[in-house]
């Protein structure tokens, strides 16, 4: 379990991965785009395209490591368990947001997120 302070750190800390991970995704998709529609690429080929596949599992298995549950990767959607209350939350990260400032109940997903009230 993470306190809300403890899981902003680590978003700290994972953020320039975070945003080497959307350049990559980008990359991936343009590559898989170009490929479908002409069947070349100026980002390569499809051995390009399956390094660029590797990298990005890899990467978010790696964000599991850090207490991350990855619920998407487009967009990025970041959950760390914690407790609010005294009753366990997940704390809710969605790419763009600028830090954590929501969360919701463990049943509940996203369709349930709450904005952090102010901690005293």
């Known amino acids: 379990m993470h306190g809300l302070d403890d899981a902003r750190r680590t978003l700290r800390e994972l953020r320039p991965r975070l945003e080497a991970l959307v350049v990559v995704r980008a ?3 343009e590559l898989r785009v170009d490929l ?4 070349h690429s100026r980002l390569g080929g499809l051995p390009e395209a399956k ?3 590797a990298r990005i599992f890899a ?4 964000f599991g490591e850090h207490g991350a549950e990855i619920k998407g990767w487009a967009p990025l ?5 914690g ?3 005294g009753e366990p939350v997940m704390w809710c990260w969605l790419e763009g947001d600028p830090d954590i400032e929501w969360y919701h109940r463990l049943d509940c997903g996203f369709a349930g997120r709450r904005q952090v009230p102010p901690l005293g």
């Open 83 to 85: 407790e609010l209350s």
């Open 36 to 39: 479908e529609r002409s069947g």
């Open 59 to 62: 990467e978010l298995e790696s």
């Open 51 to 53: 390094a660029l596949e």
């Open 27 to 29: 990359d991936l998709t």
């Open 77 to 81: 959607l970041l959950d760390f368990p």
